[in-house]
């Protein structure tokens, strides 16, 4: 049994890395024994003994186990390769990166260290409504999946004139790529990978360089519909997530997160029959305590501990989740060419995964 605490360093400590960092050190195995973050004034030692710097690179120079990045889109991926680079476990905040471009560079470099383990923070999938979908769907007893419909939204990209979140060349991405990017996620998490994909994309309300709204339609090789709405005017958060089976269907509300904005999770579950009139039984499952956060790093910890595959968001499913944010992207014309995007991965680095 392994007896030793994992020495944790956190790249960026803002409003996620300090919640990160509440669970690490709730682990038995794991101690937070540095930070860094630009905003700090100084470097030097917490009152809990913790360094403090205000740069990645110190930070990667102190006697490190696992790197946890929470750190902006633009370096997310260049302070990934570093961490492994160090021979480093790496958790990763999502996005990934800003594009497939760095997801790609990542997963290339990461082909070179089989023994380390590296998971991309898709909270999403730990919540116990998500979970208990899950199941039911693998289960069969509702039948076979036929169509998704998921909605996700807030009132603006949080501090919209002076956050980051708003400046492409940092982000890469708005509404979509920042909180979207979760159901899309799910949507592949539920149905598996979508061939057909159809979209428009708009920034016309807050009009900055990133999308304040994305929409998509898309099909499975086998026929599931997945339509997708990812929102900065939705006014009022909301999280919305519906899925129609052969037998029944899914319907989860709500979810639990740190600002408690999105209302109570709830999973409804809708059992169809022939003789139900249109109004079938209905059973609603609320859900008070958000063990996501947690349940997230112990399985990323057990994974190191115990040399296990990744389960959750490994850095395979990590791309083929940012190929289809990007699919969405280029699948709406006008806006595959205003910023020159693409879905696919560019020639000199393909021939590197071959």
């Not at 940092?170 to 996620?185: E, F, P, R, T, Y």
């Not at 090789?221 to 909301?238: I, K, N, Y």
Request: net charge neutral; proline share 2%; hydrophobic share 40%.
């Amino acid at each position: 049994m392994f007896q030793d605490k994992l020495r944790v360093g956190i790249a960026g400590y803002g409003v996620v890395g300090k919640r990160r960092r509440e669970f690490i050190d709730k682990h038995p195995h794991l101690k937070t024994v540095a930070v860094c973050d630009q905003t700090f004034l100084s470097e030097g030692i917490f009152d809990d003994g913790v360094a403090c710097f205000t740069h990645f690179s110190k930070l990667l120079n102190e006697k490190l186990d696992v790197l946890f990045v929470c750190l902006t889109n633009d370096i997310a991926a260049e302070v990934t390769v570093l961490g492994l680079k160090k021979n480093l476990h790496v958790f990763c905040e999502k996005p990934p990166g800003r594009n497939l471009e760095d997801i790609t560079k990542v997963l290339i470099y990461s082909l070179n260290c089989p023994n380390l383990k590296l998971k991309y923070g898709f909270n999403h999938r730990y919540h116990d409504s998500v979970k208990e979908a899950l199941r039911i769907i693998r289960s069969g007893e509702l039948g076979q999946v036929i169509d998704l419909k998921g909605s996700y939204g807030k009132s603006k990209i949080i501090q919209f004139d002076s956050s980051w979140r708003s400046q492409r060349s940092i982000a890469g991405g708005g509404i979509l790529l920042d909180q979207g990017i979760h159901l899309v996620d799910m949507m592949r998490l539920f149905a598996g990978e979508f061939t057909q994909v159809h979209s428009f994309i708009s920034n016309a309300y807050w009009k900055h360089d990133i999308e304040d709204n994305a929409y998509a339609l898309m099909k499975t090789g086998s026929g599931v519909v997945g339509m997708l709405h990812s929102s900065a005017t939705q006014w009022r958060h909301r999280f919305n997530f519906e899925i129609t089976l052969t037998k029944g269907a899914l319907i989860l509300s709500g979810i639990l997160s740190g600002s408690k904005s999105y209302g109570a999770e709830t999973l409804t579950v809708v059992y169809a029959n022939e003789d139900d009139g249109g109004d079938p039984r209905e059973v609603m499952i609320r859900y008070n305590q958000d063990n996501s956060w947690q349940e997230e790093i112990f399985e990323f910890t057990d994974s190191i501990l115990e040399n296990k595959e990744i389960k959750n968001g490994s850095v395979k499913e990590a791309f083929e989740t940012m190929k289809l944010v990007y699919q969405i992207y280029c699948a709406d014309a006008i806006w595959k060419s205003k910023y020159n995007l693409t879905s696919q991965i560019p020639e000199t680095l393909l021939e590197k995964t071959v």
